[in-house]
């Protein structure tokens, strides 16, 4: 099923066949059809079978894999280190990939992998999906476990997902108080593209800590009630948010599944954020004072010959 989601084939010949003469024709299999990669994926062990570990032995002597790779579970603490330790001893594993980074544990127990194995770990999953692993950065998991944030991590997603030419509009857009609620609903994609709302506030420094308290929930529930409110809109009322009258707002209400209060709310707030978004810009334009101390200071710079890194 995996492979088909990412459209990798998988080589299979049922539960009958010995997972030793399996990992046999697959290798064959692969070398037949020009294949780059084979991954061989062996059954789980959450404790250490001698029977089992002889069968990977003997999966290894047949196959001779470039890489072993063992998968920890995270959140079991203390007991992935010894398992990794067990099967480091028999199968002088290459590297480790960590699952469930995502739950509250935050992995620390199961960094002593490294410590007790010199293995390193390779692979880091932060979700179920398959675009939740992603390569490990030690300094990076630091930060983490000790609520620093990891901006490195949210950069790269955000290179990742975000359209450059769409963020480049709806900075135009935001400059010029064009700001629609098209253009509200198409930032919320983007950002849930970046993955999980906690998962992102735990990669902004301070924000971590931040999200434990009582005044700031995390509520991923909110965004869909948020969209559907905004998707019971017509599309003269996206543009012009001004135009929606008490009847109208008691139609979207009814036609989102929410109250007139939610809806009464919601457009409160994004007349506030453009309001917002307009005095900022004024401010930050050439002729705001913003805009004219950093035309001022420029010239101090450059009359004393200094380069200036800001635009």
């Known amino acids: 099923m995996l492979g088909e989601q990412i459209n990798v084939p998988v080589f299979s010949l049922g539960d009958k066949t010995s997972p030793v003469d399996i990992a046999k024709q697959a290798l064959q299999h692969a070398k037949d059809n020009n294949n780059d990669y084979l991954?061989?994926?062996?059954?789980?062990?959450?404790?250490?079978?001698?029977?089992?570990?002889?069968?990977?032995?003997?999966?290894?002597?047949?196959?001779?894999p470039d890489e072993v790779l063992l998968v920890v579970d995270a959140m079991t603490g203390q007991d992935a280190v010894n398992v990794a330790d067990n099967f480091n001893k028999q199968l002088e594993l290459?590297?480790?990939?960590?699952?469930?980074?995502?739950?509250?544990?935050?992995?620390?127990?199961?960094?002593?992998?490294?410590?007790?194995?010199?293995?390193?770990?390779?692979?880091?999953?932060?979700?179920?999906?398959?675009?939740?692993?992603?390569?490990?950065?030690p300094e990076r998991m630091a930060s983490r476990i000790l609520g620093m944030g990891d901006m490195l991590s949210l950069i790269e997603k955000a290179q990742m997902n975000i359209?450059?030419?769409?963020?480049?509009?709806?900075?135009?857009?935001?400059?010029?108080?064009?700001?629609?609620?098209d253009d509200f609903l198409e930032q919320m994609d983007q950002v849930k593209k970046l993955g999980p709302i906690d998962q992102i506030m735990d990669m902004i420094p301070g924000m971590g800590k931040l999200k434990q308290s009582k005044?700031?929930?995390?509520?991923?529930?909110?965004?869909?009630?948020?969209?559907?409110?905004?998707?019971?809109?017509?599309?003269?009322?996206?543009?012009?948010?001004?135009t929606i009258n008490h009847n109208r707002r008691k139609?979207?209400?009814?036609?989102?599944?929410?109250?007139?209060?939610?809806?009464?709310?919601?457009?409160?707030?994004?007349?506030?954020?453009?309001?917002?978004?307009?005095?900022?810009?004024?401010?930050?334009?050439?002729?705001?004072?913003?805009?004219?101390?950093?035309?001022?200071?420029?010239?101090?710079?450059?009359k004393g010959g200094m380069k200036f890194p800001f635009r």
């Open 163 to 181: 359209d450059t030419e769409k963020a480049k509009e709806m900075e135009r857009k935001m400059r010029n108080a064009e700001f629609t609620f």
């Open 39 to 64: 991954i061989v994926d062996t059954a789980g062990r959450l404790h250490i079978d001698e029977e089992l570990m002889e069968e990977l032995r003997l999966i290894h002597s047949e196959i001779k």
């Open 94 to 137: 290459t590297g480790v990939v960590l699952t469930k980074l995502d739950g509250d544990s935050r992995g620390g127990a199961a960094l002593s992998v490294k410590a007790v194995t010199g293995c390193p770990i390779k692979f880091a999953a932060l979700g179920e999906k398959i675009d939740a692993l992603e390569p490990f950065h």
């Open 251 to 302: 139609r979207i209400a009814v036609g989102s599944g929410t109250s007139i209060a939610e809806v009464n709310r919601l457009i409160k707030q994004f007349d506030e954020m453009r309001r917002m978004m307009k005095q900022f810009s004024d401010m930050m334009g050439p002729k705001g004072p913003k805009g004219k101390a950093m035309k001022q200071l420029k010239g101090m710079a450059a």
């Open 215 to 242: 005044d700031l929930k995390v509520d991923e529930k909110q965004m869909g009630r948020i969209e559907a409110i905004v998707q019971s809109m017509t599309k003269n009322e996206k543009q012009n948010p001004d």
